[in-house]
C-alpha cells in the first residue's frame, strides 16, 4: 500500500536554528509531492509543492524542500527559523493516476523564543 | 469569498446515533475529500470523490458513508458502526487531473461521541 513517512514526530529548536524534516513514501508511479502546515487554531494551509522540473522548490515563509526520486524523499529545510514557525508540518503525496492524496503522520515543530 | 465551509465547528453525539458532516465549497473543484485527524496519526483519507455522482474508498472507509449528488456538496456522515468516532475531521477539495494540484481545507469539524 502507498504510504507516507515522517520521520520526526516532534521537533524542538532554538530560534535562528536550522530545520529539516524528513519525508519519504512509497509508491513506484509518478506522484506529486506537498507540504502543508498547520499553525494552532487554523485550517491547514499549503507551504510549498513539487509538480515537475527543478527539484528544489521554494515556499513562503522562507521554506524549501528538495525532492530526491532516488530516495523518494521530500525534505523540508529553513535556514533560520522563527517562533512564528511553530505549528505541525504535514508531507503529502498526490498519485497521479487517482487524485489520492495521502498524508504523513506530521511533524510537530516547537520553537523556543 | 471563494473557499470550503464546514458546519458545525463543534458537534457531540450520543454513543449509537448516525451524524452527519456537512462540507461545502464554492470554489468549483470537482474532486473532494473527508480526512480524520487524530494526534500522532496526521490525516487518513475516508473517502474521496473526483466528480459528482461518483466516490471512492480511502483507507479508513469503515464506518462511514458519504454522497455526491451536488459538485458543491460532500457530506459525511459517521454511522453507529465506527466504533471509535470522536476525532477532527476535515473536508478538502481541489481540481483533478494528473494530481498536480494542491487541496484547500476547511476548518475542521470536532466530533465528540458521548
Known amino acids: 500500500a502507498q504510504s507516507v513517512s515522517q520521520h520526526n514526530h516532534h521537533v524542538i529548536l532554538s530560534e535562528a536554528a536550522s530545520l529539516e524534516l524528513g519525508c519519504n513514501y512509497s509508491y513506484g508511479g509518478t506522484v506529486n509531492l506537498f507540504w502543508y502546515v498547520q499553525y494552532p487554531g487554523q485550517h491547514l494551509q499549503l507551504l510549498l509543492k513539487?509538480?515537475?522540473?527543478?527539484?528544489l522548490v521554494k515556499g513562503i515563509k522562507g521554506f524549501e524542500a528538495e525532492f530526491i526520486k532516488s530516495k523518494f524523499s521530500f525534505n523540508l529545510r529553513k535556514p533560520s527559523v522563527q517562533w512564528s514557525d511553530t505549528a505541525e508540518y504535514f508531507c503529502?503525496?498526490?498519485?497521479?493516476?487517482?487524485?489520492?492524496?495521502?498524508f504523513g503522520k506530521g511533524t510537530r515543530l516547537h520553537i523556543l523564543p | 469569498d471563494g473557499g470550503i465551509t464546514q458546519s458545525p465547528k463543534y458537534l457531540f453525539r450520543k454513543e449509537g446515533q448516525n451524524v452527519t458532516l456537512s462540507c461545502e465549497q464554492n470554489?468549483?473543484?470537482?474532486?473532494m475529500y473527508w480526512y480524520r485527524q487524530d494526534p500522532g496519526q496526521g490525516l487518513r483519507l475516508i473517502y474521496y470523490s473526483q466528480i459528482v455522482n461518483d466516490f471512492q474508498k480511502g483507507d479508513i472507509a469503515e464506518g462511514y458513508s458519504v454522497s455526491r449528488e451536488k459538485k458543491e456538496s460532500f457530506p459525511l456522515t459517521v454511522t453507529s458502526a465506527q466504533k471509535n468516532p470522536t476525532a477532527f475531521y476535515l473536508c478538502?477539495?481541489?481540481?483533478?487531473?494528473?494530481?498536480?494540484?494542491?487541496?484547500?481545507f476547511g476548518q475542521g469539524t470536532r466530533l465528540t461521541v458521548v
Open positions: 478538502a477539495s481541489s481540481w483533478p487531473g494528473q494530481g498536480n494540484t494542491e487541496a484547500f
Open positions: 470554489l468549483n473543484h470537482d474532486a
Open positions: 503529502a503525496v498526490n498519485l497521479n493516476r487517482d487524485d489520492k492524496i495521502i
Open positions: 513539487y509538480f515537475s522540473g527543478d527539484p
